[in-house]
């Protein structure tokens, strides 16, 4: 995001999206790559790569981009287009020959389109008009001319600025020539969400094809529900309260002030912190939970065979006993718990002989913990030094679940699991 390049008065805040991950593409070349249709980073797949407002792409992003749509993946390029590189060299030609398009550039870079309206056709056609706000730079918009074989997608008075071309292997390459908005708190009475909307008709946020019926994708989910949803990629969920209808009501500053947080406070209706979820279909799974604050679960194999009954590895939740993931209801607890979390600890992160399991409870009485460990177990509370053992906590390991008697000397401090 180039912005603050372009025009003093920006930063890169101006164009950036939610629902998404943020690079740069200093970072994206450095530690990305193009692996059969996705942008492989951090040794996590992305198969849609947007420009969010990039008017001096680096030598190697076009060619990259065009790479990832040659081997199926999807690139998006909003804003205007580039007509230098980086490094000072024309980009505008190769540019338009990725996107089939062609551009012609003007003095004043852009048209200033303030009242305006984007109408959407083709694959978006479903989307409501977007009125473009205001004559500042960030709101110009970039009519271009599709070549032969690319289909329109958008258009304004001024021309088309949404285009889509086809690869033979199934990529795309889009262009939006213009800031699509996604308000989703309704800062100005109304929300916008061209963004999401968009992406979803080019087909960014597909389920897991558990459900045919429905798209359980994480994103999705928490543009259209209550909650926000994530999901990690040693296969964790994750849900909390979601505050994208909470409108950005501060007065700024670089430090936090109680007195003006307070009053600032007083405007604002914060959502519920009760998480009530009834079978909801998630990244594959089916979920009933009822807690409060945040929750988060990783289902697994026991003893790591996928043909066996998986069991709850890792748990964090708030004011609940109980969560049931995909017809198996796990009770933990006897009664709702302040706090509670356990999860075993990585292979990298274990000593011998050390702990194997890691837990918390905010609460006293019997704490039931299905695991994959076997043989004698023993449970320490950690010592006064970090890391350290501390006093032996009462427990049984039978058919897979470790039982802890939870008293109120051991609230609230780290539990280990050690098998003999």
């Known amino acids: 995001m180039d912005l603050v ?26 530690m990305g790559r193009v692996d059969n249709g996705a942008v492989v980073v951090g040794g996590r797949r992305f198969t849609t790569l947007i420009a969010a407002f990039e008017p001096f792409p680096m030598p190697g992003l076009l060619p990259l981009m065009e790479q990832l749509a040659a081997t199926g993946g999807r690139v998006i390029w909003s804003g205007p287009p580039p007509v230098l590189g980086r490094d000072g060299v024309p980009a505008l030609e190769t540019w338009g020959k990725l996107f089939g398009v062609s551009y012609r550039p003007e003095a004043e870079e852009g048209l200033m389109a303030p009242g305006r309206r984007v109408i959407f056709e083709g694959a978006l056609g479903n989307l409501e008009p977007q009125t473009i706000l205001t004559d500042l730079l960030i709101d110009h918009v970039y009519p271009t001319t599709p070549l032969e074989g690319v289909e329109v997608l958008a258009r304004t008075q001024a021309g088309v600025v949404g285009t889509r071309r086809i690869f033979p292997g199934g990529g795309s390459a889009i262009t939006l020539g213009f800031r699509p908005r996604d308000d989703q708190s309704g800062s100005l009475g109304y929300e916008s969400r061209t963004w999401f909307e968009a992406l979803l008709a080019l087909g960014a ?5 558990r ?19 994530c999901r990690f990629p040693n296969g964790t969920v994750a849900v909390a309260p979601h505050l994208r209808d909470v409108p950005e009501d501060w007065d700024g500053g670089f430090a936090r002030d109680a007195v003006r947080d307070a009053a600032a406070m007083k405007r604002v209706a914060l959502p519920s912190e009760e998480i009530d979820l009834q079978g909801v279909r998630v990244h594959g799974h089916s979920v009933t939970y009822n807690g409060r604050w945040s929750m988060a679960f990783r289902m697994g194999a026991r003893d790591g065979v996928s043909s066996q009954k998986p069991i709850l590895l890792a748990f964090a939740g708030a004011h609940c006993d109980r969560i049931t993931v995909d017809g198996q209801e796990t009770v933990f607890a ?23 399991l890691q837990m918390m409870v905010h609460g006293t009485g019997q704490i039931r913990i299905p695991t994959t460990l076997t043989g004698p177990v023993r449970v320490y509370a950690e010592g006064a030094r970090p890391g350290s053992r501390g006093p032996e906590v009462a427990a049984t390991l039978e058919d897979g679940v470790l039982s802890i008697r939870m008293i109120p000397e051991t609230r609230g401090r780290w539990l280990y699991a050690v098998q003999e």
């Open 211 to 229: 459900w045919p019926d429905t798209n359980d994708n994480t994103e999705y989910l928490s543009r259209t529900t209550r909650y926000l949803f």
């Open 5 to 30: 390049a372009v025009e003093e008065r920006f930063g890169s805040w101006m164009a950036q999206y939610a629902y998404a991950n943020l690079i740069t593409q200093d970072k994206l070349l450095e």
């Open 334 to 356: 006897d009664g709702p718990v302040d706090q509670i979390a356990w999860g075993p600890i990585p292979p990298e992160r274990r000593v011998v002989p050390g702990a194997a």
């Open 205 to 209: 946020y597909p389920g897991s094809g």
